[in-house]
């Protein structure tokens, strides 16, 4: 599972404004991506690949976030 708060915290502090992360990740609605981060809806394969690369997250800072073991629902 994603962890929501940790995801959070990179995204801000990566200082991409969240239509640019969706353009980059060809995503269309915003609400597709914060599904996805409060784990409502699983992120693919390609999709943690690709996010990972936008916010230049690392081997240890990507499995921490999206492969949490006690990750919970977070709704915003």
């Given at each position: 599972?994603?962890?929501?708060?940790?995801?959070?915290?990179?995204?801000?502090e990566s200082g991409l404004?969240?239509?640019?992360i969706l353009e980059q990740m060809?995503?269309?609605a915003y609400e597709t991506l914060r599904a996805?981060?409060?784990?409502?809806?699983?992120?693919?394969a390609s999709e943690i690949e690709k996010l990972s690369?936008?916010?230049?997250l690392d081997m240890d800072q990507r499995e921490a976030i999206f492969f949490a073991?006690?990750?919970?629902?977070?709704s915003a």
């Open positions: 599972m994603t962890n929501t708060e940790l995801l959070n915290k990179h995204i801000s404004k969240i239509g640019a060809n995503i269309k996805k981060v409060e784990n409502r809806r699983e992120f693919t690369d936008i916010l230049r073991k006690d990750a919970e629902y977070h």
